[in-house]
């Protein structure tokens, strides 16, 4: 029997990395029944709990400056094959303690192999010496996964060998509400009947300034789109105050419903279910690469996106070129909004070679893909 233990925020947790570990174990359960999976989550305050078969063990709290608690979980449990860390600077801090840690579990034979994805690589031109320190003591472990061609060749650039960095696209969940009725998914967020009329664009996640909420409403009032025409869904929450003032300005163009609270996953696919057009205007921080789980979110409802050409949707850019705009460019998103309205039918069906990458990437399969990884660092070591 394969034993897997993941580090890693985990649901209620509101976080990005929580739902990416749910959907990953769910994936894994699902292929491979047999596997225990033990999830070590960054949430001490709560108690332990079974979850479909997966035991959750929370341990220890984000950016801590030790992690050995960690090897008392193991120990109680009696170790795991793979430890599997699914690391965030947000998480964990740009020290290397949750190394050391995984380090000194594999030497006291409490784990196989030492497996860390890295959500975000730092480029040099970040100017962040702790963070590129860190990557920079990544050869001592197994294997490290990214999900871009980006993150891949930086991290190689930076002096990590190459035969342990795998690349292993993002998960993508197919909308299981495409097809239901539009007005029974509003009822279901609360929201009213009226954002049936027109077109509806939608923007969801968490809403920080990188999403591009004050592009977006420059772009609105150069289309000249009439207030009925054209409706727009935002949602997520708010972990920027200042944005309710975009907001509320956004509100006088265009119908606007307001959705504000954290979404799970059910909610955000219900919204990318009723919306026409999907936006992603956003900007990245000069520096680092990551890839957007919003996007394999929205990519999976099969709907026409328009996103700027930033690394953490080079996906986007990589399969659909022509749907997307330069960032902090408004004017461009507003030409990009126009023609997709007035070229709809074409936007969808030049969007295929996007959709058929959301289906090649379904969880199941990219489950599979680390479940082979696994069994690869395994059978390498017996």
């Known amino acids: 029997m394969l ?16 739902e990416y570990t749910r959907f990953l174990t769910t994936g894994l359960k699902s292929i491979y029944p047999e596997a225990e999976i033990i999830i070590i989550f960054s949430d001490s305050e709560s108690s332990y709990r079974v979850e479909s078969n997966t035991k959750i063990h929370p341990s220890f709290e984000k950016g801590a400056g030790d992690y050995r608690r960690i090897l008392d979980e193991l120990s109680e449990v009696g170790g795991v094959d793979v430890i599997h860390v699914q690391h965030e600077y947000g998480i964990f801090g740009r020290n290397d303690a949750i190394l050391k ?28 010496l702790d963070a590129l320190n ?14 871009s061609y980006l993150m891949e060749f930086e991290i190689q650039h930076q002096g990590v060998d190459p035969l342990i960095i795998r690349r292993i696209p993002h998960g993508t969940l197919l909308n299981p509400y495409l097809g239901h009725p539009r007005y029974k998914l509003l009822k279901d967020l609360g929201l009213e009947d009226h954002m049936l009329d027109g077109l509806t664009l939608s923007l969801f996640g968490f809403l920080r300034k990188d999403k591009g909420l004050d592009m977006l409403l420059e772009a609105l009032e150069e289309t000249n789109y009439e207030r009925e025409s054209m409706n727009i869904i935002i949602g997520g929450e708010l972990r920027d105050r200042e944005l309710l003032e975009q907001i509320e300005d956004l509100s006088k163009k265009i119908n606007l419903a307001f959705i504000e609270r954290y979404l799970m996953s059910d909610e955000i696919l ?25 996007l394999h979110l929205s990519m999976g409802s099969f709907k026409p996106l328009i996103g700027c050409r930033v690394p953490r949707l080079i996906e986007l850019y990589q399969f659909a070129p022509r749907a997307t705009i330069p960032p902090k460019k408004p004017g461009e998103l507003a030409k990009k909004i126009k023609w997709m309205v007035e070229n709809y039918d074409y936007a969808v069906a030049y969007m295929a070679h996007l959709y058929s990458y959301a289906v090649r990437t379904q969880w199941l399969r990219m489950a599979r893909r680390h479940l082979n990884l696994y069994h690869e660092l395994l059978s390498s070591r017996s």
């Open 101 to 128: 840690a995984c380090l000194e579990a594999k030497d006291e034979k409490l784990v196989k192999a030492v497996v860390f994805t890295m959500h975000s690589i730092y480029h040099p031109l970040s100017g962040d």
């Open 134 to 147: 860190f990557q920079k003591k990544l050869n001592s472990i197994d294997a490290i996964i990214v999900h």
């Open 3 to 18: 034993r897997l233990g993941y580090v890693s925020t985990y649901p209620p947790t509101h976080c990005g990395i929580a």
């Open 270 to 294: 219900k919204i990318a279910s009723i919306a026409d057009i999907i936006l992603l205007p956003y900007r990245d921080k000069y520096g680092v690469y990551s890839v957007s789980g919003i």
